[in-house]
């Protein structure tokens, strides 16, 4: 889908957030990029955005294919909804900014909710939505533009842990049913682990790729229980434990 | 039972507040033309309503129309220096100077410029009342989430787009609270312009009326009048307030 080249970031105060990062992103994967703060992982995913532009490197897209407005939908930490509109509303945003008629839209917009499992909030605001909820909004507000590209940068840090589980349950159910690419920034090495297809390790200051993984654990009921997640856990555990600095 | 307490409160100060100005004006023998007590001054307005009610009609005209002024103006400025530094850096200190130069000091000038003694007032009242419109609103839009704004720009959202769509309505709470201290600041500022006319100008404000009764010594009369303009300050900043809590809950619930 996408590499990186020796893609390199430097802010004008001196802070060197990514140094000399290269990858190669296939389309349908699933990656993780995991490490602790300052590692650059968010900066990153704005570089992949086209938020900011590296200082140095390059990104290669696929048969020279930039993305144009709505190819990439991006997650924040916050579920960063318009309070005054209602769910619906909400997720119409990319299509209305895009000039699509609310009327053309309506059927996409209840498709991307039901898929969410919101369907019957279709009309309620933010504020009388749960942390859960307002995130599932956030996700399919990403999802309506039929983006190539999902960015999500720490998107269920602020939940409860029941309410994380399983908002990662639908989201690799999602992932698995649509084959979309997905980078996913976190720094919990068992949300890496159950969700990604792949688990890109990053260290801190300035951010370096520390580890590549491709994981290949069974799906299934007992995905989050099974010896090839616990293993996997422990594998990226280690690797983690070399690349952190002493503090 | 607290809560009964403290909503009485206000008006239990005031009538206790009344009795005891009554009593001392009664018993210590204070001419009216020195003191009014409280009776003298609700007869006073009841032997001059029929001029009063008119004068207050003539101030809040100017008043609501220096605030209609004022939104408009403070709002484009706040728009515009949202939208470019360099008319920001250029506009605010000047804002800020007009903001601090007492308006008795130019209101002079602009009757004397301003043939037109209503828009004169009413430009003399604008320039008090839109600061606190420009400065709320421009603070409103100034904090417009930034990861909001990185999602329009995603979507490849307009200027305009983002303006109406996400910085306006963002920045509503903020400029309805400056629109509530604007209410009140607009209606010291039509009657300061008014006393500063004086008989040059509208010649039918309360603020008039207050200057008349004092050269006639008509001291009753001038209270009435006064409190009148307090009790009106009063309901346009609690109007403005419950405009304030009814949009932005019937907007965000």
Redesign the interface.
Known sequence: MFSLRTVCKTYPNGTQALDNITADIAPGEFVALLGPSGCGKSTLL?LL???EPPSSGEIIWENNQRP???D?G?V?Q?A?L???LTAADNVY??L???GIPKAEAAAKIQTMLTQMGLADFARA????LSGGMRMRVSIARALV?EPMLLLMDEPFAALDEFTRHRLQDDLHALWRRTGKTIIFVTHSIYEAAYLASRIIIMSPRPGRIAGDIRTAIPEGEDRRTSPAYVNLVAEVTHMLREVMPHE | MNKWLERLAPAAFGIIALSVWQAAVTLGGVPSYVVPGPIDIWQAYLDGYAILNPALLSTLTVTFAALAVATAVGVALAVAMAASRLFRAAVQPWAVMLQVTPIVAIAPLIILWVPQPFIALVVCASIIAFFPILSNTAAGLAATPQDLQDLFRLNGASRWQVLFLLSLPSALPNFLTGLRISGTLALVGAVVAEFVAGSGGFASGLAYRIIEASYRLEIPRMFAALVMLGITGILIYAALGLLERFLLNSRDS
Do not use: E, H, Y
Not at chain 1, 125 to 128: D, Q
């Open positions: 704005r955005a086209g938020l144009a407005a709505g990439i991006f924040f916050d960063t318009m309070p005054w945003l990319p209305r900014l895009r605001k933010p504020k009388a533009s």
